[in-house]
């Protein structure tokens, strides 16, 4: 059975044979040292690409969606340029999530 990394969303979700159950929530804790950030028209319904520059981690997109969950509900389709959203710096999710 494959093993997922630390930054996957699906990484303290259940297996069973070679099906994902739901997945878990993994909340990421506001931190007085989250940053406010008005999303830029570059990373419009891209998180990706946000994550990768932020954190050197495409696969960390869905942080952004935990973090901020009253203002975004679609991981994609809410991320609009001009929303703003809080954003954990990446010493925090290194404590938070071991990545």
Request: charged share 25%; no cysteine.
């Amino acid at each position: 059975m494959a093993k997922y990394s630390r930054s996957s969303p699906y990484y303290s979700t259940d297996r069973f044979g070679k099906f994902l159950d739901v997945m878990t929530d993994r909340p990421i804790k506001a931190k007085s040292a989250d940053i406010l950030y008005k999303i830029d028209k570059v990373y419009e319904y891209r998180p990706d690409l946000l994550a990768h520059d932020l954190y050197g981690s495409a696969s960390l997109w869905w942080v952004f969606t935990q973090r901020n969950p009253d203002v975004i509900q679609d991981p994609i389709f809410d991320f609009k340029a001009g929303r703003n959203i809080y954003i954990p710096t990446k010493d925090q999710l290194n404590s938070d999530l071991g990545v």
